[in-house]
């Protein structure tokens, strides 16, 4: 069974707790946020004052996607905002190991990111310090981007990785997900997908959540 992460970077702000009751209420898992410094991406979103809000009014996990440099000096933030997992990113970290066990010191799932043009052979000597690894499928700072195909040559390259040493770490995929794509991308080994403008983008949530589901599971 796979989980959904509705990226809340392509939901409506003027009603984002509407907007995260529909995601539950379709069944979602994950709530995923996506937190850029307009430094590591050429973005800027939002800090945890923002999701502490959120956290109230929902029972999600709460999956924190830091797209920003020197992660460690907000982690106690993000934690304290109630963040269930952490993924900071493999290309902003320079102590990448300190800053895992830093994550999981502070009680939190840690999650590591890679973007399109890292190779999962740079996490081999963290992978089995980690929850979760990210691979992104877009280059981060932007949602509605198109799937970059050779993410599927990435996650059966990581997949292997784990199953090979028996790792239990789950494999997350962002960026440019439709139903198009789905299968391929859970086919690879993937078991959490990350969607943004394919459950935000629709006028109804509840369909696109399980068009996805559907299209995800179909043989
Ligand atoms: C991109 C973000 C993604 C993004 C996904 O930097 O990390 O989470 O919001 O949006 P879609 O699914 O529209 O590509
Ligand atoms: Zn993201």
Redesign the pocket.
Known sequence: MIKLAP?I??ADFSQLAESVKAVENAGCEYL?I?VMDGHF?PNITFGAVVFEKLRKKSNMTFDC?L?IEQPDLYLEDFVKAGADIITVHQEACVHLNRTIHHIKELGCKAGVAINPATSPQALEYVLQDVDMVLI?S?N??????KFIPQSLDKIKKLKQMIDAKNYNVDIQV????SVDNIHDIVTAGANIV?????IF?KDNIQKAVSNLRDSAEQS
């Open positions: 990226s970077l392509s995923h996506d991406v996607h797209m992104m877009v981060p700072g932007f949602g509605g981007q962002d960026g440019g997900v990350v969607a943004g403008s394919a983008g």
